[in-house]
């Protein structure tokens, strides 16, 4: 794996603790006095929805306020996220964000209607997501990541790979594999990760990347096969599937890491607070426990600033990814 492959995860995990306490012992607010919503902005049982439900009960324990998450999928991520930042800026609403919805969307959509830096305000990342490259079991005799790339060479527009939608990490990263082997395949976007795994489970489509935990259970029970993982190492979750480069893949960007953004005009305070909440679930033991069971480790140690400058520099990073892969908004 070449260093430039490298250098999310090591920036990502070295991400400093100095002065995080500080915003916490600051942020003094009464906030929040009434429920909080946080909005995910793809459908149930992804991992953008999986991750934040599991850190909710402790948020909402730590902030004295009931936190409920509403799934308002649509326009690959930017519906969600673009509701959250024209809502009103009082820390009543929040949007789960991905990499998705940042930094790729700026170079997908030549009409996004917000700007990630100008119109949100970053509170804190919640988890680091490498990915992997499963296949369907379902009437295809395809078993290792060499075998893929020869039949998609071999079958132009025959097949399909899908994701979570326009835009999402997923598409992203099928679409740079596909770009980087020079084969032509057709993207299936779906609304949510439910829809995607029932579709290559079926065979309806016959490949996707995303998250090692959510497709671990069906590559164990041999209902899909994961051929690499895009991360430098193996996964202990499944150590015999080779990473990209034991694979013979050509290498390609493949990564994604969620977070809690909310109105760019909010009080300095409630983002603090937020900021504490999501550091104080991040290092509770049995959450950092089940979110390296998903392969997804929780960022901790980073403040707000830290996490905004991170976005800013994944938007001027992915522009010309994006650009290189050939995606396009459907």
Request: glycine share 8%.
């Amino acid at each position: 794996m070449t260093d430039r492959l490298l250098l999310p995860r090591r920036a990502i995990l070295s991400a400093p603790l100095a002065g995080l306490a500080a915003p916490a012992v600051q942020a003094q607010t009464s906030w929040p006095t009434q429920p909080v919503r946080i909005v995910v902005p793809y459908g149930p049982g992804g991992g953008t929805d999986v991750t934040i439900r599991l850190m909710v009960p402790r948020m909402s324990a730590f902030l004295g306020q009931t936190i409920v998450v509403e799934n308002r999928p649509g326009a690959g991520s930017t519906l969600g996220t673009d509701y959250v930042a024209k809502a009103p800026p009082d820390g009543s609403v929040f949007v789960h964000g991905t990499l998705s919805s940042t930094g790729i969307a700026v170079a997908l959509y030549p009409n996004l209607p917000y700007d990630p830096v100008r119109d949100l305000a970053a509170v804190a990342p919640t988890v680091y997501v490498p990915l992997t490259l499963c296949i369907t079991q379902a009437r295809w005799n395809v078993t290792n990541a060499q075998e893929l790339i020869r039949t998609l060479l071999a079958n132009p527009d025959r097949y399909q790979y899908g994701s979570n939608g326009v835009g999402a990490t997923g598409h992203l990263a099928n679409a740079n594999f596909v770009t980087r082997i020079g084969a032509r395949v057709e993207h299936v976007p779906y609304r949510s990760g439910a829809q995607t795994l029932a579709a290559l489970i079926s065979g309806e489509i016959q490949f996707v990347q995303d998250i090692y935990g959510l497709l671990r259970p069906y590559h164990l029970a041999g209902q899909v096969k994961c051929v690499f993982v895009t991360a430098d190492q193996r996964t202990p979750l499944m150590p015999e599937v080779p990473t990209m480069q034991e694979a013979g893949v050509p290498p390609y960007d493949a990564y994604s890491w969620f977070g809690l953004f909310t109105a760019a005009a909010t009080p300095r305070p409630i983002v603090e607070r937020m900021a504490a909440a999501v550091e104080d679930a991040l290092n509770q033991p049995d959450i950092a426990a089940r979110f390296e069971e998903m392969g997804t480790p929780g960022m901790k140690g980073w403040t707000p600033e830290r996490f905004a400058r991170y976005v800013q520099e994944e938007v001027v990073k992915w522009g010309p990814l994006v650009r290189a892969s050939g995606a396009r908004v459907d």
